[in-house]
């Protein structure tokens, strides 16, 4: 297959996007996710609420809020400071943070139920048998919740490759750094270069439909055993 | 509840009938157009229905049957190629403004502009996506003129149209960039540079009326509203040249 400089560097680029986001939102989301499970606090819906947002909010709400966020008189803008910068948007990490919480419902939820769905018996029957939490956490917890990790860690990364609204207004359309898969593909499209276009849009057509398919059946075949 | 119903009948045949023009307008040219709608409505009863995005979004969406009947382009090749793909009326292009690039930022001074270009001590320098907007194709000819384009293709961020290109340099995200001169009315003259216009081809912008609108009276009468000595006035209030 044909692929231009421009092409291939926006489809590394993603992917890479998309692994990195994904790796940081595991190591969030595990935790957040075993507190909102097991917590009895009553506030604890109003954070889950939180991270479900981006689910209903137009990317474009979040991506004003983070261009601002980001900028030189936001946090990101200090942050940006130690590394002698100005601000975080038009940068990959910029992109990193805002698909972080972009993707995140994706990750949380999933996982949630994972360790919901475990129940307190095994857990119980790991405390009767001296496992102290730490313990208990990753010796019964993390194995059972194991579809859960993995439905949510396939979406995540599925939800960041197709990420656009937010990338648009804080990526600035730069090549190898910003600008990912989607947003070459609007270029395309908007500057009538519709075959470079088509061969981005069949080729995101088909990874989309394996993600999916593959989740389904990924559930299916880890759920039987314990069913 | 009879009368409620007649209401809501009446008043959907109402906005049926009413008479409206839908402009698809270059972003450059909001805030005048925004403008030459408002008096348009005034003195003739009818309303424009204006839609922004940059002028290459804008072909894309009429090669592809959006309900534009006028089309306020920010270059004369578009308009043309409108006409060429048989979406735009040919005897009814015409050069409704000339636009004027500056260089705009709310932190430098530009007393000297061409200086800060060259010394390049910024970080980010934000332009309209030069594929699809007229006014980042412009900032690519600009920076070529002073053969600075490979010194600062680094620090080139791409807004996806003039008006967004602008808000990146408004919320401080680049310190600088090209905007187009309707943008920065009424702001410090040293926060901005206007680019001296050997260093880029004149921004002729061309309006054409598109076979959607070939029929409707409302588009006719804005096409020539366009042309009137009021909207000169304005087209030149807000930066540009008008053209007679």
């Known amino acids: 297959m044909f692929v231009s400089g421009e092409v291939g560097s926006a489809i590394r680029l993603t992917l890479l996007l998309a692994s990195i986001t994904t790796i940081v939102l595991l190591l969030i989301s595990t935790p957040l996710a075993w507190w909102l499970a097991r917590s009895r606090r009553p506030w604890k819906e109003a954070i889950a609420t939180v991270v479900a947002l981006p689910l209903v909010l137009p990317p474009t709400v979040l991506g004003f809020y983070l261009l601002l966020a980001l900028g030189p008189n936001g946090p990101g803008g200090w942050v940006a400071g130690f590394f002698g910068r100005r601000s975080l948007a038009f940068t990959f990490i910029g992109l990193v943070i805002g698909s972080v919480f972009y993707s995140m419902p994706f990750v949380v939820q999933p996982i949630r139920n994972a360790f919901e769905a475990i129940g307190e018996r095994p857990l119980e029957v790991a405390a009767t048998l001296r496992a102290n939490p730490w313990d208990t956490f990753w010796s019964v917890a993390m194995p059972l919740a194991r579809p859960g990790l993995i439905t949510g860690a396939v979406l995540g990364f599925a939800h960041t490759v197709g990420e656009f609204g937010v990338v648009l207004m804080i990526g600035g359309n730069i090549p190898g750094q910003t600008k990912v898969l989607s947003i070459a593909i609007y270029d395309y499209v908007e500057s009538s270069e519709w075959s470079q276009a088509h061969i981005l849009s069949a080729g995101m057509l088909v990874f989309s439909f394996a993600v999916i398919l593959s989740v389904t059946l990924l559930e299916k075949r880890l759920r039987r055993p314990a069913a | ?244």
Not at chain 2, 46 to 66: E, K, N, P
């Open chain 2, 1 to 244: 509840m009879w009368y409620l119903a007649a209401v809501v009948v009446l008043a959907s045949c109402g906005r049926q009938t009413e008479q409206v023009v839908h402009v698809a307008v270059a972003a450059n040219c909001t805030e005048a157009a925004k403008e030459i709608a408002r008096i348009f409505e005034q003195q003739e009863g009818t309303r424009a229905v204006l839609s922004f995005g940059s002028t290459g979004q804008l072909f894309t969406q009429i090669t592809q049957d959006a309900p534009f009947e006028v089309f306020l382009a920010a270059d004369q090749e578009t308009p043309r190629k409108a006409v060429t793909a048989g979406f735009g009326l040919t005897d009814s292009v015409f050069t409704y403004a000339v636009g004027k690039v500056v260089l705009f930022s709310t932190t430098l001074d530009f007393t000297n502009g061409e200086a800060v270009l060259r010394e390049g001590t910024f970080e980010k320098i934000a332009i309209a996506n030069p594929s699809t907007a007229p006014y980042g194709a412009a900032a690519m000819e600009i920076m070529k003129s002073l053969a600075l384009n490979a010194h600062l293709a680094r620090k080139i961020v791409q807004g996806n149209n003039i008006t967004q290109t602008f808000q990146f340099v408004e919320t401080g995200n680049a310190e600088l960039g090209f905007v187009a001169s309707s943008q920065v009315l009424g702001r410090d003259p040293k926060s901005v540079w206007i680019v001296p216009q050997p260093l880029y081809s004149p921004i002729r912008q061309d309006a054409v009326l598109l076979k959607k609108g070939s029929e409707n009276k409302a588009a006719l009468a804005f096409i020539s509203f366009l042309k009137s000595p009021d909207t000169i006035k304005i087209i030149e209030r807000y930066g540009y040249v008008g053209t007679p």
